[in-house]
């Protein structure tokens, strides 16, 4: 069943638009990740999806309500997360802190998805009282994405969790990805490192210049050829 | 003199908490501060005086129980009248990407406005709450202090602590922590950041009315006498860190006692002058503030 659908959206900051008619869809606790080279509009396409831009044109429905200009608390409210790339934690918050915003909108049970949270993320156990400002750079991507899951979302948008960590931490980013969608959640992610985000999605977009490129299950989005190229941003292949 | 330092420290520190949560949270200086604070002290004025609530007399104080029923009042007002100019001007000029400049200078606009209304309703005269002397008691040696003095003293002590807690104890505190942190982030997280920002100028409008009380129980009540208090009270904020309430209290009390101290070496003419002498210390050698920022 579909949880959500961006049908023809257009959208960019001021006059300068940067998405172009793209579509996508993410059905229930599915795996979906978008790639596409530098400056393509992954992350805008994200933002817009969860209300931090105004698309132009188009239309987005999540769990069969039209959210199209739904603000990003409205999207929280309907059960979505994201976690954004950069400045995705507070960083003069402690670790506890940070967590309990995570679930500001929840009227009880705060304290045991807290401690399941951490239980999930161990390198934030034993530190709950660290200002974040002091975690490493894996550490502040777990408690954003444990953050993001104080309120038991529904779809977890990913923009480029593995972002500059070591090759280590970007393995454990992917496992704890591959836990939380064990749970039932839907995760919608934009990443860099393509060969291993691919490996563990059901289906992944290409998007070039703004607009889609290819739509295709993950593994076959691997063995590709056209992929690389397009990754290279030489050619723009038709959906 | 360092006694009339503390006193007048604590004015200007009460002041400052209201002005180092809305520094911190709305992420502007507003200059309008000051004569917000006369506002409420005009506020409460005319429940106790032109209202002729005055109430019973509350122990040696200069002011008796119809300070209460006044206070709620300056504090309803000055939250109504804030919350007012956050729709009417603050609101808008976020909503356009309004930088700090362009909000510090409509908050400037706002002051010199609010200031003349003030002047308009009231007159320029000044006004005393009591006309009769308010007894010194002597606390130890030599040193006397009024009865009044310990209170705004207090209640400083006290408001300080009750802005703790609510910023680091509260979901509201925490959430108007966030929004100072990462405006784009807590909207991320959930957290309605336009109601955070709405609630706090209302807990900034309250504060303010307090400490506009009390500045007019301590001197007279003047049209500009919260304006002449606007940069000793910034100073205090920097100096403590922005958005720190121990150091806009730790701040309000070294401003006060150096203004009353330096005249001991300056005259007395020169002794507004030290605030700013203060403030650009700090900003060259700790711009963060003696505590740095918390929010």
Redesign the interface.
């Known amino acids: 069943m579909t949880l959500l659908e961006a049908h023809g959206i257009s959208a960019g900051y001021g006059a300068a638009e940067i998405i172009h008619d793209v579509s996508l869809r993410v059905g229930d606790a599915e795996v979906v990740t978008i790639i596409g080279p530098n400056g393509a509009g992954k992350s805008t396409l994200l933002k817009t999806i969860?209300g931090?831009l105004r698309p132009s044109r188009g239309r987005i429905t999540f769990q069969g309500s039209d959210v199209t200009r739904a603000?990003?608390?409205k999207m929280?409210?309907a059960g979505a997360a994201?976690v954004?790339q950069t400045?995705?934690?507070?960083?003069?918050?402690n670790v506890r802190?940070n967590l309990?915003?995570?679930g500001?909108?929840r009227r009880h049970g705060t304290a045991a998805r807290l401690a399941e949270i951490l239980r999930l993320f161990p390198d934030l156990e034993h530190r709950p009282a660290e200002r974040a400002a002091n975690l490493s750079g894996g550490q502040r991507q777990m408690l954003a994405i444990g953050?993001a899951l104080m309120?038991d979302p529904v779809l977890l948008c990913l923009d480029e969790p593995t972002a500059s960590l070591s090759p280590r931490m970007r393995g454990q980013i992917f496992e704890r990805i591959r836990a939380i969608n064990a749970q039932g959640v839907a995760i919608l992610m934009v990443e860099q490192n393509a060969k291993e985000a691919l490996r563990l999605s059901d289906r992944g977009y290409v998007l070039v210049a703004g607009r889609n490129a290819l739509e295709q299950p993950g593994e076959q989005l691997l063995a590709n050829p056209d992929v690389g190229r397009l990754f290279l941003g030489q050619e723009t292949a038709s959906a | 003199m360092v006694i009339v330092g503390i006193v007048s420290g604590s004015i200007i520190g009460l002041g400052a908490i209201g002005l180092t949560l809305s520094y911190g949270v709305l992420k502007f200086a507003n200059f309008a501060h000051g004569d917000l604070m006369t506002l409420g002290m005009f506020l409460a004025f005319a429940v106790v005086v032109d209202a002729g609530l005055h109430g019973g007399a509350i122990g040696p104080l200069s002011f008796g129980w119809g300070m209460i029923p006044a206070a709620l009042v300056a504090m309803a007002g000055v939250a109504l009248v804030v919350l007012g100019l956050d729709w009417l001007v603050f609101r808008r000029l976020r909503a356009r990407g309004g930088g700090f400049i362009t909000m510090a200078v409509a908050s400037l606009g706002i002051g010199i406005g609010l200031r003349a209304i003030v002047q308009l309703i009231w007159g320029p005269t000044a006004f005393r709450y009591q006309s009769g002397i308010n007894e010194a008691t002597t606390i130890f040696w030599d040193l006397k202090v009024k009865p009044d003095q310990f209170f705004i003293f207090g209640l400083t002590l006290l408001l300080v602590v009750v802005v703790y807690l609510l910023l680091y104890r509260t979901?509201l505190g925490?959430?108007m922590?966030?929004t100072a942190?990462?405006p784009?982030?807590?909207?991320?997280?959930?957290?309605?950041t336009e109601q955070i920002r709405r609630w706090t100028w209302v807990i900034a409008g309250c504060l303010i009315a307090v400490a506009g009380i009390m500045l007019g129980i301590q001197a007279q009540l003047r049209f500009s006498a919260g304006f002449h208090l606007i940069l000793p009270m910034f100073a205090a904020v920097i100096l403590g860190g922005i958005g720190n309430p121990w150091g806009a209290l730790v701040g309000g009390m070294v401003v006060g006692i150096s203004q009353e101290v330096s005249t001991e070496w300056i005259n007395t003419g020169l002794k507004p002058a030290v605030p700013f002498l203060i403030l650009i210390l700090m900003l060259l050698l700790r711009p963060r503030g003696l505590f740095g920022?918390?929010?």
């Open positions: 969860f931090l603000s990003a608390p929280v409210a994201l954004p400045s995705n934690i507070f960083p003069s918050l802190e309990q915003l995570g500001y909108r953050r309120l | 979901k925490k959430a922590r966030a942190d990462n784009d982030l807590a909207e991320v997280a959930g957290i309605e920022s918390t929010i």
